[in-house]
């Protein structure tokens, strides 16, 4: 389908791309990996034809229909509301049914008659009759209200806009779909839509992406384009992973050979090339060393910028972390942003907050760093927690204008200083050198940036760390060097991604913010889609019950036919085996909550009989934040029985 012959791409003296060949078949399924700025996003402009080479090819056989997603969609006109723009992915497909309306007046006219039927063929052809419905799909797959249809394209922010652009894509069907980091503007939820949608699609597929889960799910081959070249691997994401280790050491082996080829040849015109009885023998020597230059081995960029993520080790804290109760947000005070939000957070535990955006995902996080006060109800810290906050706006936490060195030395004074060799030191350690020391951060690549945001936070040592979509513009490597600082880290986090093996990874609970409230899932990420799925049959099978219900006691004459006393029994068999999971894991919470509480009584009992019978040895200081930990435990897990139990008997009955 496409095949790239020989292709070099220059930017002024930059080589972006050079001699790069590999094919693309149809029906392939390609993830392209590689640093930021490697080039990847440059394939596509020459695939659409927005960019030229400056040598080589790409052939383009059958003239597939293309799918992309544009950089800033616009609405057509001012009134075009967010369905009619989904809707016109296709092209030619508006102009093909205002022609058949045009000609429906006149269909006794047999030469109209037989063109209506060419147009009713490709209109078809183009899924024209149920594009509305796989548009309307897409749409509430990617977030998107079913009273948000109507509204002017106009209205929605950039982010918004994005995902609409996406939908129009996917809804297309086209037979080559190129998607340039799709996953960038949508939450968690949304990117377990898109992986399913994906996964279903049948067409040819180029995906460039850092996220590992969907090109781990998604695509069977992997081109790496780093160092300018760009280098097909025939099979799925963990192969390349293995695979591109082996080259690498072979690529540095031979680059090793090269050097120290090149280096003698060197040795010998640096010599010679004055001597008139070697100078014919210099000049050829001369000749293999250009030779060698035009054909010099590169080593892959992600080897030679690599840097280092640390975590200091997290000052001591109480056991709750961050408690909130009834909290109430609003930015205009009108439109509550967080309504009646209510869990608490303790100490240790790493916690992945999941919801739909606009739910408040982002304002929670400012609220418990502090940088905004909530409208109504409580939002408490714990007993010595210092709270590190890294938002994905890196202008609200990091000053853009402000040097690399500045931002960093600012954090270093504020807590408690030292020598100026200790801190160049970690400045080294997090790998900036005084090339980079100068730089205003705004101009550091996403890379650098996670680099320094966690430079500040190992200096200023938080025990509580607060991650709003850390991993965006991470390639891969400097994603996996992040989930492995935070997996040794012993601290506490909360933190928003949209990556899902991230999440899954690093995530040792859930709390998710939906639309009627929070809930909270004290197990990880794969805990939460199993219970979730549970919650929600729970759920459709009590609504799918009231209308029934409703019918009933309403005795119409028009009812339908009583069930028999057999169809009774299997209806009543169905139901309950539709909810055994949820019971079997409720009965599992209570038994669980029930033998803790008895353990924490035992343990609350011999710590007060300590306490009214003291001996010389006791720690009375000591002792009683034992007693205050074990009835903060008691209070969690009597919550949780309450709840388990609860619902427990609703189910029951």
Same mark, same amino acid.
């Given at each position: 389908?496409?095949?790239?012959?020989?292709?070099?791409?220059?930017?002024?003296?930059?080589?972006?791309?050079?001699?790069?060949?590999?094919?693309?078949?149809?029906?392939?399924?390609?993830?392209?990996?590689?640093?930021? !700025?490697?080039?990847?996003? %440059?394939?596509? $402009? #020459?695939? +659409? =034809?927005?960019?030229?080479?400056? @040598?080589? &090819?790409?052939?383009?056989?059958?003239?597939?229909?293309?799918?992309?997603?544009?950089?800033?969609?616009?609405?057509?006109?001012?009134?075009?509301?967010?369905?009619?723009?989904?809707?016109?992915?296709?092209?030619?497909?508006?102009?093909?049914?205002?022609?058949?309306?045009?000609?429906?007046?006149?269909?006794?006219?047999?030469?109209?008659?037989?063109?209506?039927?060419?147009?009713?063929?490709?209109?078809?052809?183009?899924? !024209?009759?149920?594009?509305? %419905?796989?548009? $309307? #799909?897409? +749409? =509430?797959?990617?977030?998107?209200? @079913?009273? &948000?249809?109507?509204?002017?394209?106009?209205?929605?922010?950039?982010?918004?806009?994005?995902?609409?652009?996406?939908?129009?894509?996917?809804?297309?069907?086209?037979?080559?779909?190129?998607?340039?980091?799709?996953?960038?503007?949508?939450?968690?939820?949304?990117?377990?839509?898109?992986?399913?949608?994906?996964?279903?699609?049948?067409?040819?597929?180029?995906?460039?992406?850092?996220?590992?889960?969907?090109?781990?799910?998604?695509?069977?081959?992997?081109?790496?384009?780093?160092?300018?070249?760009?280098?097909?691997?025939?099979?799925?994401?963990?192969?390349?992973?293995?695979?591109?280790?082996?080259?690498?050491?072979?690529?540095?082996?031979?680059?090793?050979?090269?050097?120290?080829?090149?280096?003698?040849?060197?040795?010998?015109?640096?010599?010679?090339?004055?001597?008139?009885?070697?100078?014919?023998?210099?000049?050829?020597?001369?000749?293999?060393?250009?030779?060698?230059?035009?054909?010099?081995?590169?080593?892959?960029?992600?080897?030679?910028?690599?840097?280092?993520?640390?975590?200091?080790?997290?000052?001591?804290?109480?056991?709750?972390?961050?408690?909130?109760?009834?909290?109430?947000?609003?930015?205009?005070?009108?439109?509550?942003?967080?309504?009646?939000?209510?869990?608490?957070?303790?100490?240790?535990?790493?916690?992945?907050?999941?919801?739909?955006?606009?739910?408040?995902?982002?304002?929670?996080?400012?609220?418990?760093?502090?940088?905004?006060?909530?409208?109504?109800?409580?939002?408490?810290?714990?007993?010595?927690?210092?709270?590190?906050?890294?938002?994905?706006?890196?202008?609200?936490?990091?000053?853009?204008?402000?040097?690399?060195?500045?931002?960093?030395?600012?954090?270093?004074?504020?807590?408690?200083?030292?020598?100026?060799?200790?801190?160049?030191?970690?400045?080294?350690?997090?790998?900036?050198?005084?090339?980079?020391?100068?730089?205003?951060?705004?101009?550091?690549?996403?890379?650098?940036?996670?680099?320094?945001?966690?430079?500040?936070?190992?200096?200023?040592?938080?025990?509580?760390?607060?991650?709003?979509?850390?991993?965006?513009?991470?390639?891969?490597?400097?994603?996996?060097?992040?989930?492995?600082?935070?997996?040794?880290?012993?601290?506490?986090?909360?933190?928003?991604?949209?990556?899902?093996?991230?999440?899954?990874?690093?995530?040792?609970?859930?709390?998710?913010?939906?639309?009627?409230?929070?809930?909270?899932?004290?197990?990880?990420?794969?805990?939460?889609?199993?219970?979730?799925?549970?919650?929600?049959?729970?759920?459709?099978?009590?609504?799918?019950?009231?209308?029934?219900?409703?019918?009933?006691?309403?005795?119409?004459?028009?009812?339908?036919?009583?069930?028999?006393?057999?169809?009774?029994?299997?209806?009543?068999?169905?139901?309950?085996?539709?909810?055994?999971?949820?019971?079997?894991?409720?009965?599992?919470?209570?038994?669980?909550?029930?033998?803790?509480?008895?353990?924490?009584?035992?343990?609350?009992?011999?710590?007060?009989?300590?306490?009214?019978?003291?001996?010389?040895?006791?720690?009375?200081?000591?002792?009683?934040?034992?007693?205050?930990?074990?009835?903060?435990?008691?209070?969690?897990?009597?919550?949780?029985?309450?709840?388990?139990?609860?619902?427990?008997?609703?189910?029951?009955?």
């Amino acid at each position: 389908m496409l095949d790239f012959r020989n292709i070099s791409v220059h930017y002024g003296h930059q080589d972006v791309l050079s001699n790069v060949t590999f094919r693309v078949n149809k029906g392939d399924r390609v993830g392209v990996v590689g640093p930021n !700025g490697s080039g990847k996003s %440059t394939l596509f $402009k #020459i695939v +659409l =034809g927005e960019m030229a080479t400056d @040598t080589g &090819e790409l052939i383009v056989e059958n003239s597939p229909r293309i799918g992309w997603t544009r950089q800033n969609p616009e609405p057509d006109n001012e009134g075009e509301t967010l369905l009619e723009y989904s809707m016109r992915g296709v092209p030619g497909l508006s102009e093909i049914e205002a022609e058949m309306q045009s000609l429906e007046a006149g269909l006794d006219d047999p030469a109209k008659l037989a063109r209506y039927g060419e147009l009713q063929t490709k209109f078809e052809h183009l899924g !024209g009759y149920d594009i509305e %419905t796989r548009v $309307k #799909i897409a +749409l =509430g797959g990617l977030g998107f209200a @079913t009273d &948000e249809f109507g509204k002017p394209f106009k209205s929605f922010s950039g982010g918004w806009r994005m995902r609409a652009e996406l939908s129009r894509v996917l809804a297309s069907k086209p037979d080559l779909l190129l998607l340039d980091e799709p996953s960038n503007y949508l939450d968690l939820p949304a990117v377990d839509w898109l992986q399913k949608f994906l996964k279903a699609y049948d067409g040819t597929l180029m995906l460039i992406s850092h996220d590992r889960y969907l090109l781990r799910t998604l695509t069977s081959i992997i081109v790496e384009v780093d160092a300018g070249t760009a280098t097909r691997y025939e099979g799925g994401l963990d192969w390349y992973l293995r695979e591109r280790e082996v080259r690498y050491e072979h690529l540095k082996a031979a680059k090793e050979n090269q050097d120290h080829h090149r280096e003698q040849l060197q040795r010998f015109v640096d010599r010679f090339r004055a001597q008139a009885t070697k100078a014919a023998q210099a000049q050829s020597r001369q000749k293999l060393i250009d030779k060698i230059d035009e054909e010099r081995i590169v080593l892959p960029k992600r080897y030679t910028q690599s840097g280092r993520l640390r975590l200091a080790e997290p000052p001591p804290s109480g056991i709750e972390m961050f408690r909130c109760e009834d909290l109430e947000f609003s930015y205009d005070g009108v439109r509550k942003v967080l309504n009646g939000i209510t869990f608490n957070i303790a100490r240790g535990d790493k916690v992945a907050l999941i919801g739909y955006n606009g739910l408040g995902k982002t304002t929670l996080m400012r609220i418990i760093a502090g940088t905004r006060k909530p409208t109504s109800g409580k939002a408490v810290l714990g007993h010595n927690v210092v709270p590190g906050y890294l938002s994905q706006e890196f202008a609200e936490t990091i000053p853009p204008d402000v040097s690399v060195y500045r931002n960093a030395k600012n954090v270093w004074d504020e807590h408690g200083g030292g020598p100026e060799k200790n801190f160049r030191n970690q400045l080294g350690a997090f790998g900036f050198d005084e090339n980079d020391v100068e730089k205003p951060a705004g101009v550091l690549s996403g890379g650098e940036k996670i680099r320094l945001a966690f430079l500040r936070l190992f200096l200023a040592a938080p025990n509580f760390l607060l991650l709003d979509e850390p991993t965006t513009h991470l390639d891969l490597d400097g994603r996996r060097l992040l989930q492995e600082a935070l997996q040794k880290y012993s601290g506490t986090i909360l933190l928003v991604s949209h990556d899902i093996d991230f999440v899954r990874a690093v995530a040792t609970s859930v709390i998710e913010i939906t639309h009627e409230g929070i809930r909270q899932f004290p197990g990880g990420y794969d805990y939460y889609r199993e219970k979730k799925a549970e919650l929600d049959v729970a759920a459709q099978a009590r609504k799918a019950e009231a209308p029934a219900n409703r019918g009933a006691e309403s005795g119409r004459a028009d009812a339908v036919k009583a069930p028999t006393a057999k169809e009774l029994r299997k209806q009543r068999a169905d139901e309950r085996a539709k909810i055994a999971p949820r019971v079997k894991e409720l009965k599992q919470r209570v038994a669980h909550a029930e033998k803790k509480l008895d353990e924490l009584q035992k343990s609350l009992d011999e710590a007060s009989a300590e306490l009214f019978n003291p001996t010389p040895a006791t720690d009375f200081a000591e002792l009683n934040r034992k007693v205050r930990t074990i009835q903060f435990e008691i209070d969690r897990y009597t919550a949780d029985w309450e709840a388990a139990a609860t619902e427990l008997e609703e189910l029951s009955s």
